[in-house]
């Protein structure tokens, strides 16, 4: 079992930054891939970020990428993501996950924290 933690999320206008964080407890957790995924109200849920479990392997999606940046911390069990830039079709609840394998599939992970929400306002 993998416990998973999100923080950081908030309201921030248009533009402005935020650092969302996931605290990792359990099992290894450098073993996981990691992803970041979003779900605004009536959308599926996206992919936003994907590493796997070196951190050396990361995909961004193309609505965040050059905006966003995704580091872990194995040492710490923590899995971060700075957003920068942020724009009002950012405004989502965003989760952690953990999976086996790198994968953009929500399906293929395993364990989810409960989300952070972030809302940019315009």
């Known amino acids: 079992q993998v416990q998973l933690v999100e923080s950081g999320g908030g309201l921030v206008q248009a533009g402005g930054p935020l650092r969302l964080s996931c605290a990792a407890s359990?099992?290894?957790?450098?073993?996981?891939?990691m992803g970041w995924f979003r779900q605004a109200p009536g959308k599926e849920r996206e992919i936003v970020v994907a590493t796997d479990w070196s951190g050396i392997s990361t995909y961004y999606a193309d609505s965040v990428r050059g905006r966003f940046t995704n580091s872990r911390d194995n040492a710490q069990n923590t899995v971060y993501l700075q957003m920068n830039s942020l724009k009002p079709e950012d405004t989502a609840r965003y989760y952690c996950?953990?999976?086996?394998?790198?994968?953009?599939?929500?399906?293929?992970?395993?364990?989810w924290g409960q989300g952070t929400q972030v809302t940019v306002s315009s």
């Open positions: 359990g099992r290894t957790f450098s073993a996981y891939a």
């Open positions: 996950a953990a999976a086996p394998v790198f994968s953009l599939a929500p399906g293929d992970y395993s364990y």
